[in-house]
């Protein structure tokens, strides 16, 4: 009994022992790990152990190479608790360091080492300061403008160590993305979309270190494209409209005016009293009309006047080619003669010769135009033809003087305005020796020729006359050879007498060229020339020898 | 228009020759300025500067790779009390241990310290290569770094010491320095000790050492030179 008693007893003493005094000797403590934040000094921190229940104190012993002795830490505080810091006196960078924490209580103490081979290993800056990042919102393309500096203390500037920079981007919504940036401190960003908002980190690394931490997270937003710039755009678009309106309607306004600047109208052909709508028609009444219509011819009054007016009919190239002022100047005196040819005529081919000095007086606007056309195309003068029909159909008697005259006159529709520049031409020269060309056409029934050769003025007429190559009585104009190819035409009274004395030329014509077969031809058109218009330019090319 | 391009042509072919050849002279002058002639100085001493210092940070680079290369077979006893130094036979040039000490020093016994470094490990790292290639257990990758290494000391040489010879014709370091390229006075001191070394030392010695030198090349560039990088 006595024994358990005992046993107990001795049992709750042990127990009653263990439960108040735990302590014991401290628990071995862990040096964790060291780090430089810039490689000019260091500081390590460890885990304490166990500290047996009792004040447990602890401190750190190093060894360095090439230095004598044991060293204690030289600071315990700035690095925090449980940890030494080597500042920069303590620091030798390329020095290995043989570190040693002890434990230290009432009871006992305990320690664990610590081998730095190298500091350049445990170098870790801390991350990067004042990280700002702005939101360029630049119209063409909108940016981030990311900008850091270094970490504290950290010395580039000597070339102790080169910093390397690491940047990570997110988008809201989407994936880290990592851009390294060498030793910038900026970066822009420009793959970035409108109305997204980013967070920014940084982080650095010294030469062949650890990298540091991320730094805080920046946020940044980019305002959405357009917000600020759609007002702008409205205002530009306002400001361009009110111009392009105003033109516009200065366009349609004046367009005719415009449409006349720019395309000025060429002016057609146009026969003065000549109703072009008539021709269209295609009815003979109308096209009589066309020509004739409304044409008051003066009065024919007998031909008194002796003077005989020659009409020369050639046509030059030489002649064309003057100066239109003598043309016009010879359009006065040719103009004087068709009113005393006029006189001649009867009353029914009155409104033939009205219409043919009208003709004329057309073709004082486009005489120019004329000397074109001769002068250019000799060929067009054979378009004669259908006219030509015409007139030879008629005749020469007098019952049809107005249809001869029609007809004489549809031929000087065509081909009129050359024979008024030959006419013309021969006018103004007379007094002076020229140089006269003429059409030559052999084409059925059209007459005309033209060579050129020097024709003698006014005085060959007489000579034509004195040869005897045209024996016309008086009142109608024939046609005078001059020696080579002036064509003279004297202008008579009668149409009839004319058209007999033609006949005689006919033969004496044909007989003084039968080289050319188109003589034949000539002396046809000869009658349908010679009427009493005088018309006879209509066929210029009157052949002599 | 061809007839006008024609004596034209010939012109522009002339110019242009002229100007490609005046820059194919200045680029040869270039290569027969580096072979060391002195007077060329179209060659900046900053642009010599950060040639030198890119080189010696790839050296640094593959001493460093192979030393781990040689932690991974070897496998010293890391962390051991008691071995505090590696009898680096280096261990005898003052170097200075930090940044402060650098930029005290003047620049002349900078440099000298740098081409103490360079000339003291020539010959070792020469060796090194050597029994690198005898003994075949280590793989070719090593082999080829060993050579490089030691290519890449003497040419660091040389170009160190061409930066002495600018700086001595521009009179910003007296030429007290001298010609270190008798190093044969030097190596005469060094030889024994070298050759006690093993392996894994001679690379965990050249190793701190070619980061010393990469250094303090820094230093010296950004002291004479601060132009870009500094």
């Not at chain 1, 096209?287 to 044409?295: E, P, S, W």
């Not at chain 1, 250019?376 to 029909?389: A, I, R």
């Not at chain 2, 002349?108 to 075949?136: C, N, S, Y």
Request: contains cysteine; negative net charge; aromatic residues 8%.
């Amino acid at each position: 009994m006595m024994r358990t008693h005992l046993s107990l007893a001795m049992l709750c003493v042990m127990s009653a022992a263990g439960v108040c005094s735990s302590t014991s000797a401290p628990g071995r403590p862990s040096l964790l790990g060291c780090r430089s934040p810039e490689k000019e000094t260091f500081f390590c921190w460890w885990e304490p152990g166990s500290d047996g229940g009792l004040p447990t104190e602890y401190r750190l012993f190093y060894m360095r190479e090439n230095l004598r002795g044991v060293h204690e830490c030289p600071d315990y505080v700035s690095a925090g608790k449980n940890s030494c810091f080597f500042d920069k006196g303590h620091t030798s960078i390329w020095a290995e360091y043989n570190l040693r924490v002890v434990a230290t209580n009432a009871l006992g103490n305990a320690s664990s080492d610590f081998l730095i081979n190298d500091v350049m290993k445990y170098v870790k800056p801390y991350p990067p300061v004042n990280v700002t990042v702005l939101a360029n919102s630049s119209t063409p393309s909108p940016y981030l403008q990311i900008q850091w500096k270094s970490p504290p203390n950290v010395d580039v500037k000597s070339g102790w160590v080169t910093a390397n920079y690491e940047l990570r981007i997110k988008q809201n919504g989407k994936e880290w993305k990592n851009v390294e940036t060498g030793a910038q401190n900026v970066l822009n960003l420009y793959s970035v979309d409108p109305g997204a908002s980013y967070m920014v980190q940084v982080r650095c690394k010294l030469d062949h270190g650890n990298w540091s931490e991320w730094s805080n997270p920046t946020f940044a937003k980019i305002p959405k494209h357009g917000q600020i710039e759609i007002p702008f755009w409205i205002l530009v678009f306002a400001f361009a409209l009110i111009p392009l309106l105003a033109t516009i309607s200065i366009l349609v306004l004046k367009r005719k005016l415009l449409k006349q600047w720019f395309l000025p109208p060429i002016p057609g052909p146009m026969i003065r009293g000549v109703d072009i709508q008539l021709f269209k028609s295609g009815r003979p009444e109308d096209v009589v009309n066309a020509l004739i219509g409304n044409q008051n011819y003066p009065p024919m009054m007998p031909w008194t006047d002796q003077v005989e007016e020659y009409l020369l009919v050639s046509d030059s190239d030489a002649w064309q080619l003057t100066d239109p002022y003598t043309f016009h100047k010879k359009k006065e005196n040719l103009i004087i003669g068709l009113h005393l040819e006029s006189e001649i005529q009867h009353r029914e081919s009155a409104p033939g010769q009205n219409a043919w000095e009208k003709a004329e007086e057309s073709k004082e606007e486009t005489v120019d135009l004329e000397i074109s056309n001769v002068s250019q195309s000799k060929s067009s003068l054979s378009n004669m033809e259908p006219t030509k029909l015409l007139i030879e159909e008629q005749g020469c008697p007098s019952t049809k003087k107005t249809l001869t005259l029609t007809n004489v006159i549809q031929p000087l529709a065509n081909t009129s305005y050359v024979d008024f520049q030959q006419r013309e031409n021969f006018w103004d020269n007379s007094p002076t020796q020229a140089e006269y060309s003429r059409v030559k056409e052999v084409n059925g029934e059209t007459i005309l020729i033209l060579n050129k050769e020097k024709i003698l003025p006014g005085s060959d007429v007489q000579e034509q006359e004195v040869n005897g190559e045209v024996n016309a009585p008086d009142d109608y104009s024939r046609v005078k050879e001059v020696n080579n190819d002036l064509l003279l035409l004297q202008k008579h009274d009668s149409a009839d007498s004319y058209c007999k004395k033609k006949e005689d030329h006919y033969t004496e014509w044909t007989s003084q060229r039968p080289t050319t077969p188109s003589e034949g031809e000539h002396s046809k058109g000869l009658c349908s020339e010679m009427v009493e218009s005088g018309y006879v330019n209509s066929v210029p090319g009157f052949s002599d020898k | 228009m061809s007839a006008h391009i024609r004596p034209v042509s010939p012109v522009f072919v002339v110019l242009v020759c002229l100007a490609f050849c005046s820059r194919l002279s200045s680029m040869k002058a270039a290569s027969i300025c580096t072979n060391g002639q002195t007077g060329c100085h179209f060659i900046s001493l900053a642009n010599l500067f950060d040639r030198v210092i890119q080189h010696s940070a790839r050296m640094h680079g593959i001493s460093n790779d192979l030393h781990s290369e040689f932690e991974l077979y070897f496998l010293p006893s890391k962390n051991q009390i008691g071995r505090v130094s590696h009898n680096c036979h280096t261990s005898t040039i003052l170097t200075p241990n930090g940044k402060e000490n650098a930029q005290r020093i003047a620049r002349e016994e900078l440099t000298e310290v740098i081409l103490k470094l360079l000339v003291a490990w020539r010959d070792p790292l020469w060796h090194f290569h050597q029994d690198m290639a005898q003994h075949h257990e280590f793989n070719n990758f090593s082999s080829n770094k060993s050579l490089e290494m030691s290519d890449m000391v003497h040419e660091l040489r040389k170009g160190v010491q061409k930066v002495v010879e600018k700086m001595q014709m521009l009179g910003i370091i007296s030429t007290s320095i001298g010609n270190l390229g008798t190093p044969e006075a030097l190596l005469a001191s060094n030889s024994a000790e070298w050759r006690l070394m093993n392996d894994y030392d001679l690379l965990y010695c050249f190793r701190r050492d070619s980061n010393k030198i990469q250094h303090y090349l820094k230093i010296l560039k950004c002291r004479i030179v601060p132009e870009n990088g500094c």
